[in-house]
Protein backbone atom coordinates (compact mmCIF):
# COMPACT_ATOMS: atom_id res chain seq x y z
CA UNK A 1 0.00 0.00 0.00
CA UNK A 2 1.43 3.30 -1.49
CA UNK A 3 1.25 5.81 1.93
CA UNK A 4 1.10 9.72 1.09
CA UNK A 5 2.89 12.17 3.14
CA UNK A 6 1.85 15.46 3.25
CA UNK A 7 4.35 18.18 2.06
CA UNK A 8 4.58 21.92 3.05
CA UNK A 9 2.78 24.15 0.72
CA UNK A 10 -0.27 21.51 -0.23
CA UNK A 11 -3.98 22.75 0.09
CA UNK A 12 -5.76 20.72 2.13
CA UNK A 13 -8.77 19.61 0.94
CA UNK A 14 -12.97 20.80 2.13
CA UNK A 15 -14.50 17.34 3.62
CA UNK A 16 -16.93 17.26 0.78
CA UNK A 17 -13.83 17.26 -2.25
CA UNK A 18 -14.37 15.25 -4.91
CA UNK A 19 -12.77 11.72 -4.26
CA UNK A 20 -12.92 10.02 -7.90
CA UNK A 21 -13.25 11.45 -11.49
CA UNK A 22 -16.93 10.99 -11.13
CA UNK A 23 -17.18 12.90 -8.42
CA UNK A 24 -14.56 15.61 -10.11
CA UNK A 25 -17.17 15.06 -13.86
CA UNK A 26 -19.83 16.83 -11.89
CA UNK A 27 -17.80 19.63 -10.30
CA UNK A 28 -17.05 20.72 -13.95
CA UNK A 29 -20.18 20.07 -15.17
CA UNK A 30 -21.81 22.45 -12.49
CA UNK A 31 -18.87 25.19 -13.31
CA UNK A 32 -19.82 24.98 -16.94
CA UNK A 33 -23.71 25.16 -16.78
CA UNK A 34 -23.25 28.30 -14.63
CA UNK A 35 -20.76 29.90 -17.02
CA UNK A 36 -23.34 29.22 -19.57
CA UNK A 37 -26.63 30.38 -17.98
CA UNK A 38 -24.22 33.36 -16.92
CA UNK A 39 -22.90 34.17 -20.30
CA UNK A 40 -26.45 34.61 -21.76
CA UNK A 41 -26.73 37.73 -20.31
CA UNK A 42 -23.66 39.04 -21.30
CA UNK A 43 -23.59 38.33 -24.69
CA UNK A 44 -26.59 39.96 -25.04
CA UNK A 45 -25.54 43.45 -23.47
CA UNK A 46 -22.08 42.74 -25.75
CA UNK A 47 -24.43 42.12 -28.70
CA UNK A 48 -25.95 45.73 -27.59
CA UNK A 49 -22.85 47.52 -28.01
CA UNK A 50 -21.31 45.55 -31.52
CA UNK A 51 -21.42 48.08 -34.36
CA UNK A 52 -20.40 45.58 -37.35
CA UNK A 53 -23.87 43.71 -39.01
CA UNK A 54 -22.07 40.55 -39.23
CA UNK A 55 -20.34 40.38 -35.83
CA UNK A 56 -23.87 41.27 -34.54
CA UNK A 57 -25.63 38.23 -36.67
CA UNK A 58 -23.01 36.11 -35.00
CA UNK A 59 -23.33 37.12 -31.52
CA UNK A 60 -27.21 36.44 -32.28
CA UNK A 61 -26.16 33.10 -33.21
CA UNK A 62 -24.37 32.62 -30.20
CA UNK A 63 -26.64 33.44 -28.13
CA UNK A 64 -29.10 30.58 -29.34
CA UNK A 65 -26.67 28.21 -29.70
CA UNK A 66 -25.37 28.62 -25.76
CA UNK A 67 -29.67 28.83 -25.25
CA UNK A 68 -28.94 25.25 -26.54
CA UNK A 69 -26.06 24.32 -24.90
CA UNK A 70 -27.71 24.86 -21.36
CA UNK A 71 -30.43 22.74 -22.51
CA UNK A 72 -28.28 20.09 -23.62
CA UNK A 73 -26.30 19.91 -20.64
CA UNK A 74 -29.33 19.99 -18.54
CA UNK A 75 -29.48 16.23 -20.75
CA UNK A 76 -26.02 15.46 -19.36
CA UNK A 77 -26.88 15.90 -15.97
CA UNK A 78 -29.93 13.70 -16.31
CA UNK A 79 -28.23 11.18 -18.46
CA UNK A 80 -25.84 10.23 -15.27
CA UNK A 81 -29.33 10.44 -13.09
CA UNK A 82 -27.91 14.15 -11.73
CA UNK A 83 -30.37 17.09 -10.73
CA UNK A 84 -28.57 20.33 -13.15
CA UNK A 85 -27.54 22.35 -10.13
CA UNK A 86 -25.50 25.63 -11.04
CA UNK A 87 -21.71 26.08 -9.43
CA UNK A 88 -20.34 29.71 -9.91
CA UNK A 89 -17.18 29.51 -12.21
CA UNK A 90 -14.96 32.43 -11.24
CA UNK A 91 -12.88 32.01 -14.42
CA UNK A 92 -15.84 32.82 -16.24
CA UNK A 93 -17.30 35.79 -14.02
CA UNK A 94 -13.75 37.20 -14.53
CA UNK A 95 -14.37 37.15 -17.92
CA UNK A 96 -17.51 38.44 -17.75
CA UNK A 97 -15.99 41.64 -15.98
CA UNK A 98 -13.14 42.21 -18.79
CA UNK A 99 -16.50 42.21 -21.13
CA UNK A 100 -17.71 45.24 -19.43
CA UNK A 101 -14.46 46.75 -18.62
CA UNK A 102 -13.89 46.52 -22.87
CA UNK A 103 -17.08 48.09 -23.36
CA UNK A 104 -16.19 50.59 -21.06
CA UNK A 105 -12.57 51.35 -22.29
CA UNK A 106 -13.32 51.54 -26.10
CA UNK A 107 -15.90 53.65 -27.97
CA UNK A 108 -18.63 52.29 -30.21
CA UNK A 109 -17.15 51.19 -33.79
CA UNK A 110 -14.57 49.12 -34.93
CA UNK A 111 -12.44 49.16 -32.35
CA UNK A 112 -14.65 48.28 -29.96
CA UNK A 113 -15.79 45.46 -31.84
CA UNK A 114 -12.16 43.87 -31.86
CA UNK A 115 -12.39 44.12 -28.45
CA UNK A 116 -15.96 42.05 -27.94
CA UNK A 117 -14.30 39.80 -30.40
CA UNK A 118 -11.29 39.24 -27.93
CA UNK A 119 -13.22 39.14 -25.36
CA UNK A 120 -15.96 36.73 -25.99
CA UNK A 121 -13.24 34.42 -28.37
CA UNK A 122 -11.57 34.17 -24.52
CA UNK A 123 -15.12 32.63 -23.24
CA UNK A 124 -14.72 29.98 -26.51
CA UNK A 125 -11.29 29.42 -25.60
CA UNK A 126 -12.94 28.35 -21.96
CA UNK A 127 -15.70 26.62 -23.60
CA UNK A 128 -13.30 24.58 -25.83
CA UNK A 129 -10.89 23.74 -23.20
CA UNK A 130 -13.96 23.03 -20.32
CA UNK A 131 -16.02 20.54 -23.17
CA UNK A 132 -12.84 19.09 -24.23
CA UNK A 133 -12.07 17.68 -20.80
CA UNK A 134 -15.43 16.83 -19.69
CA UNK A 135 -15.81 15.10 -23.22
CA UNK A 136 -12.70 13.03 -22.17
CA UNK A 137 -14.33 12.05 -18.30
CA UNK A 138 -17.45 10.91 -20.27
CA UNK A 139 -15.79 8.95 -22.21
CA UNK A 140 -13.36 7.23 -19.46
CA UNK A 141 -16.65 6.94 -17.05
CA UNK A 142 -18.02 5.69 -20.03
CA UNK A 143 -21.40 7.98 -20.23
CA UNK A 144 -22.22 7.73 -23.75
CA UNK A 145 -24.73 10.14 -23.70
CA UNK A 146 -22.86 12.79 -22.00
CA UNK A 147 -20.21 11.98 -24.48
CA UNK A 148 -22.25 12.71 -27.08
CA UNK A 149 -23.92 15.40 -25.72
CA UNK A 150 -20.59 17.17 -25.14
CA UNK A 151 -19.32 16.15 -27.94
CA UNK A 152 -22.11 18.48 -29.88
CA UNK A 153 -21.86 21.29 -27.94
CA UNK A 154 -17.38 21.41 -28.18
CA UNK A 155 -18.14 20.93 -32.00
CA UNK A 156 -20.25 24.36 -32.29
CA UNK A 157 -17.36 26.14 -29.64
CA UNK A 158 -14.99 25.43 -32.12
CA UNK A 159 -17.18 26.65 -35.16
CA UNK A 160 -17.87 29.59 -32.93
CA UNK A 161 -13.86 31.21 -32.61
CA UNK A 162 -13.66 30.01 -36.44
CA UNK A 163 -16.48 32.49 -37.15
CA UNK A 164 -15.13 35.46 -34.78
CA UNK A 165 -11.41 34.83 -36.41
CA UNK A 166 -13.22 35.37 -39.58
CA UNK A 167 -14.77 38.48 -39.07
CA UNK A 168 -11.83 39.99 -37.26
CA UNK A 169 -9.69 39.04 -39.82
CA UNK A 170 -11.55 40.10 -42.74
CA UNK A 171 -13.77 43.05 -41.56
CA UNK A 172 -12.78 44.36 -37.93
CA UNK A 173 -9.30 44.64 -37.69
CA UNK A 174 -8.27 46.21 -40.77
Known amino acids: METITRRQGVVKAQSN ?17 WSEKTMVGAIEKITKNASSPELVRALKNHL ?21 VA ?21 FGPVRDAGIIAVVQKMEH ?11 YAVTLGEERAEQLLAMTLKEEKKNDVVLSKIATADINP
Open 17 to 33: AAQGLRDLFLVELKDIY
Open 126 to 136: YGIASYGTLHS
Open 64 to 84: TETEGQISRLEKVFYSIGSKA
Open 87 to 107: RKCASMEGLIKESNSILKDTA
